[in-house]
């Protein structure tokens, strides 16, 4: 793990580790001493239009790698060795496990025919494009040996959009629209490049025929459907037992772990049966929103809502610092060193075919989903398409996993080409991440100016514990209030298409109060007892609001 720190610091008295242990050690204590140094600079920066906190972590882990470079003498660049395992089994799960708990519903289910649209047929549009142009250009160039399963590999690795990054520069109170499409899309797509990814690995590509295609395709939905009911199952057993076992009234701290460890338990349940762990623990994280953490004491909800955010912050802070250290991975860029103009011109070749892929897919898909809608209010309009496709355009820790999956060999390269693979798979991501991430910011309040009014409203938002009593479905705007009452029966097929949204939503939350709660709990189907959700709260407050909106 790492190169031998030890020598830096000499021994520290009589030690009963190995040198190896004690050499890990220091790298784990300095890991962490970076990983706080990214909290205390981000919170600086916080203020700044164009820094967040990835991009600094990026540039921190940058910044060390040049100086562990120098005190190796330049055989070292990192404290600890990539690993597919740390990356897909540690730190992905808390991270989009969160964003499912904090997405707002009613927004993601509203544009969810256009999220999947985006996030599966986009992501194939993109992968031919991108392989296509990898094999026509590549094989022109210099660049060593490729089979076609590699190419096709290249189409997957930088189809996929680095969820983690968008979760940083888009916010969801700012522009909901924008986070729920972009981020919803990056979650389908990421299931679907690992789909396409394991399919080019698995599958004889000598023979591709009709049956083999239309057994990807079969694949596909086997695995969407599949991991979504998962994770779903799991969200929905996790309210049972704590609806009917009370754990609150015993300890906080049961409640909170079986809420961690059942959401952990979807997601590993999911990489066993070979599903997307992905889109397990993300549409876990939903339904536990929606049930679960209406049947746990208000201290656990406090507890919980802080603890999945903070578990996810670290994750995503690991995440960027690691992979601006190996960037400078000295290994991989000595294959390179006598032809550093060609890995050069191959990132950029790559990021212009990210431009295309996203393009190609992002405008004709918006302008079919505007077909679907009537009211003006709902269509994706230009200046949203050119944020959704700029915004998309940042690869992250899911496409390094992936090229490093397919180009080398225990964390090792051995071949020149797939060491230019390697080493234009982390310029691409640097650069999409740095420069596309610090863009983004402007270019949303270039294009979608906010309203002061509505930037002073967010920014007064209250954050005391009473506040989290409020439902996790948008700050409001999905209150328990909004039921559809208002939303008028359907009398014909042609009303039905009309409103298809609002009808849908009608529907569920009728089907939702009449089976759903009763069963597994939630707002309102709760008990009040000493120790219990208290509801009374939630019930006054809806109440206020009625009379608010009556008034």
């Known amino acids: 793990m790492g190169f031998d720190l030890g020598i830096l610091f000499g021994k520290l008295g009589s030690s009963s580790l190995g040198s190896s242990e004690y050499s890990s050690v220091v790298s784990m204590n300095l890991f962490v001493a970076l990983l706080c140094a990214c909290i205390v600079i981000g919170h600086l920066l916080e203020e700044n239009r164009w820094m967040n906190e990835s991009i600094t972590a990026l540039v921190i882990g940058l910044c060390t790698g040049v100086v562990i470079l120098l005190v190796s003498g330049g055989t070292n660049s990192h404290l600890l060795v990539f690993s597919e395992d740390l990356f897909f089994i540690y730190l992905l799960p808390p991270i989009i496990f969160n964003a499912g708990f904090q997405v707002k519903k009613k927004q993601f289910f509203r544009n969810f025919m256009t999220i999947v649209l985006f ?41 996929a959009t680095d969820s983690v990054c968008t979760l940083q520069v888009l916010n969801q109170d700012q522009t909901p629209l924008l986070y729920s499409l972009v981020f919803g899309e990056g979650v389908v797509n990421d299931a679907t490049s690992v789909v396409i990814f394991n399919a080019v690995q698995n599958f ?6 009709t049956a083999v295609a239309f057994q990807l395709i079969g694949n596909f939905f086997y695995l969407f459907i599949t991991s979504t009911l998962l994770g779903a199952g799991a969200g929905l057993l996790s309210a ?28 590993m349940l999911a990489e066993l049966f070979y599903l997307s762990g992905i889109l397990t623990v993300f549409f876990c994280g939903i339904v536990m929103s ?19 955010a903070t578990l996810s912050f670290i994750a995503e802070l690991f995440i960027f610092l690691y992979v601006g250290m190996d ?11 006598d032809s550093p103009g060609t890995s050069a011109e191959v990132s950029a070749i790559l990021l212009g075919l990210v431009l295309v892929g996203r393009a190609a897919f992002v405008f004709p898909l918006s302008f ?50 797939n060491a230019i693979m390697i080493t234009s798979t982390i310029t691409v991501v640097l650069f999409s991440t740095m420069v596309f991430g610090l863009i983004t910011q402007p270019l949303v309040r270039l294009l979608l100016p906010t309203p002061k009014t509505l930037n002073r409203m967010i920014s007064s938002e209250p954050t005391t514990p009473k506040s989290f009593i409020v439902p996790l ?20 097929l042609r009303m039905l298409l009309s409103t298809p949204t609002h009808t849908v939503h009608y529907y569920w ?31 006054q407050s809806a109440h206020h609001l009625v009379g608010e909106e009556t008034s």
């Open 119 to 159: 996030g599966a047929v986009g992501t194939v549009i993109s992968f031919t494009i991108i392989s296509f142009g990898a094999t026509k250009i590549f094989k022109k160039m210099n660049i060593g040996t490729l089979e076609l399963g590699d190419y096709l590999a290249i189409g997957a690795i930088f189809s």
């Open 327 to 337: 960037a400078l991975d000295i290994e991989k860029w000595s294959f390179v060193k």
């Open 240 to 267: 049972y037992i704590i609806k009917k076992l009370y754990f609150g009234r015993h300890s906080t701290d049961r409640e909170v772990a079986i809420m961690i460890l059942m959401a952990y338990l979807s997601y």
């Open 368 to 417: 079919l989903s505007n077909l679907t809608k009537k009211a003006p209010h709902e269509k994706i309009d230009f200046r949203q398409q050119v944020l959704i496709w700029w915004a998309g355009l940042m690869r992250g820790a899911v496409s390094m996993a992936l090229a490093y999956n397919q180009f080398t060999k225990e964390g090792h390269t051995t071949k020149v080409g």
């Open 473 to 492: 479905l948008g700050n409001g705007q999905d209150s328990e209030l909004d039921l559809g009452q208002n939303v008028p029966r359907p009398s014909s």
């Open 509 to 539: 939350r009728k089907f939702d109060n009449a089976f759903m709660r009763p069963v597994f709990g939630g707002r309102g189907f709760v008990p009040f007892i000493p120790g219990s959700p208290t509801e009374q709260s939630v019930h």
């Open 204 to 209: 004889d590509l000598s023979q591709i025929t």
């Open 290 to 308: 929606h049930y679960t953490w209406h049947n746990v004491t208000e201290k656990s909800r406090v507890t919980t809502k802080h603890a999945f």
